[in-house]
């Protein structure tokens, strides 16, 4: 966003290394012997149900809470104790990002690029893009619960830092914001940044994120690509037949079909060899008003999550960068 902005730096190394990070609380581990390295120039995803230690991780990267044992390497130094020479180069955004709610929009964002030293220009691009261009005059305190998360957004672009950190940026966007936001990341990403997401929108995860890593109390169930996740864990495809068409037992006695179920005006029949099963089916009802449903990284994710599937420690193209 800043015409001030470093030139994003391509050195060797990831841009964090995570290694071995644990974290308790009461005796509890938040987040549990976690290692993770974030490429440069890389989308990554975090994901994970709600209490798995996701900000906890984010904020221990970011250098806002203390490991309580492990070593995190931002741009391989340590963020911890608050590392100001790595301040310039990292874009934080939280789940409580602090305002000067008495200020206007303009002079907020203003005040927060005066603290990097970034001059105004800076301030009207970046309202632009995160769609604030026109509240320029709007007190901070008068903003609806989106509109301020468009300038905790822009309050961690507006230095134009390689790394950018955002927790949870959609939760309160309307769907057309979610969309502009993408753009916006999607633009900083093809110039070099390196972004590190937390999200529970798993089609915005399988859209946006280069890799995704998915904690489970605490502890990191699996590292890799959406697309080579969904492949891998062979999640199933799921045909749509409108009620009416087959009996449930006929269904589910299909050869290849492992479950059937009903949800609204549909049997449900969930597959791994969705042409044998589309080939039965024709032969059986016919395939008018059958729809079939691919598997999605959210199919994964709930599998996961759910401790359906056995989990694999890392999968192997995270594991090069364990050695
Ligand atoms: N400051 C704290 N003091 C005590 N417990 C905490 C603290 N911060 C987090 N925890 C606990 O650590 C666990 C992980 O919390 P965390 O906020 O990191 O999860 P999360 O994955 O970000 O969840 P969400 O999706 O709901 O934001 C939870 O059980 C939470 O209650």
Request: net charge negative; charged share 20%.
């Amino acid at each position: 966003m800043s015409s001030t902005s470093p030139t994003p730096d391509h050195g060797a190394g990831p841009a964090v290394a995570v290694t071995g990070v644990t974290k308790s609380y009461g005796g509890r581990p938040a987040v549990d012997e976690v290692t993770l390295d974030v490429r440069r120039g890389e989308f990554f995803g975090l994901l994970g149900p709600n209490g798995a230690g996701k900000s906890t991780l984010v904020e221990i990267m970011e250098g806002l809470r203390r490991a309580d044992s492990g070593t995190v390497a931002v741009f391989g130094e340590s963020p911890w104790p608050r590392n100001t020479r790595l301040l310039p180069r990292m874009g934080v955004q939280t789940q409580s990002s602090a305002f000067f709610v008495r200020q206007t929009v303009h002079e907020h964002l203003r005040t927060v690029a005066a603290l990097f030293g970034v001059e105004g220009a800076a301030v009207d691009a970046t309202l632009e893009a995160v769609g604030l261009g026109g509240r320029h005059d709007v007190r901070v305190d008068s903003l609806s619960g989106g509109q301020r998360q468009r300038l905790a957004i822009a309050s961690a672009l507006v230095h134009g830092p390689e790394l950018i950190f955002l927790d949870e940026p959609t939760a309160s966007l309307d769907p057309e914001g979610r969309r502009d936001l993408w753009e916006v990341l999607r633009g900083l990403k093809a110039r070099g940044r390196t972004i590190v997401y937390t999200t529970h929108h798993l089609d915005e995860a399988e859209a946006l994120c280069d890799r995704v890593g998915i904690l489970v109390e605490g502890r990191l169930a699996v590292v890799d690509e959406p697309q080579h996740l969904i492949g891998t864990f062979g999640a199933a495809t799921r045909l749509l037949v409108p009620l009416g068409r087959i009996e449930e037992d006929r269904a589910a006695a299909l050869p290849g079909v492992t479950a059937v179920t009903v949800q609204g005006g549909h049997l449900v029949l969930e597959t791994r060899a969705t042409g044998r099963v589309l080939a039965a089916l024709d032969a059986a009802t016919g395939l008018d008003g059958v729809q079939t449903r691919t598997p999605s990284l959210e199919d994964v994710y709930l599998d996961i999550t759910a401790g359906r599937r056995p989990r694999t420690p890392l999968a192997a193209n995270n594991q090069e960068q364990q050695a």
